[in-house]
């Protein structure tokens, strides 16, 4: 099973709101990552965990904030966000101790900010 | 900076017709990934390839992976429509969890 899960597929929400993006995976990887897609463009890396610890902050504003409740889940809490933040949002996963640590994606949170 | 240059950026062609993709870098990486994505989805992953002059078959897609390990290639042989996307290169930073990103291929194979 090579399969990671996202929820919700798709978001609207407004400037004002608080929302929350989830992740999960159970495949045993240890690391959990959240990228920004804009459309025709590559994946952005935001965020990285690795054995539940932050590893990396690709310098994302403060509106977005990951969280790693345990090894299976992630989560991304959204607030006051802004209409460029429009895009979509994928996690993915990778095996430890592996020479290939293929990264495997999700189908993605399209995220609308009106 | 670790860049990952893919060419050619757009490609149209006829059913039937073969093409190949280039992933380039001068940096060595210990392996390399290659993905397929469809609009509004995430990236599906087709292979990883991790030895020197490793080639990998998958149906009609061959991957090699160049011998010094900093470049590799996407062959597809008789393309068919089921091949639009985007495809994607990515390799991980050594010492890092950071994967870095090709700029993608956009195919679109005309029926």
């Known amino acids: 099973d090579t399969e990671v899960t996202q929820t919700p597929k798709h978001l609207v929400m407004g400037m004002t709101n608080k929302k929350s993006l989830k992740c999960e995976q159970h495949?045993?990887?240890?690391?959990m990552y959240w990228y920004k897609q804009k459309a025709k463009k590559p994946p952005e890396l935001m965020f990285v965990y690795s054995y539940e610890k932050l590893s990396i902050n690709e310098s994302v504003p403060s509106r977005f904030s990951p969280e790693c409740p345990n090894s299976s889940l992630l989560n991304l809490h959204l607030h006051a966000l802004q209409p460029e933040d429009s895009a979509l949002y994928l996690c993915a996963s990778s095996q430890e101790g592996r020479a290939s640590k293929t990264q495997y994606f999700g189908p993605g949170t399209r995220l609308t900010v009106l | 900076t670790q860049l990952l240059e893919q060419s050619p950026q757009f490609l149209s062609i006829q059913e039937g017709e073969n093409l190949t993709v280039y992933c380039n870098s001068s940096?060595?990486?210990?392996?390399l990934q290659w993905y397929r994505q469809e609009p509004g989805e995430g990236p599906v992953l087709l292979v990883t390839?991790?030895?020197?002059?490793e080639v990998k078959k998958l149906k009609r897609l061959t991957f090699q992976f160049g011998d010094a390990r900093k470049d590799s290639s996407l062959h597809i042989t008789a393309a068919q429509p089921g091949d639009t996307g985007l495809y994607l290169c990515?390799?991980?930073?050594?010492?890092?969890?950071?994967?870095?990103f090709g700029t993608g291929t956009r195919l679109k194979v005309l029926a």
């Open positions: 495949m045993g990887h240890r690391a």
């Open positions: 390839v991790v030895t020197g002059g």
């Open positions: 940096s060595v990486f210990s392996s």
């Open positions: 990515a390799a991980l930073i050594a010492g890092t969890y950071k994967y870095i």
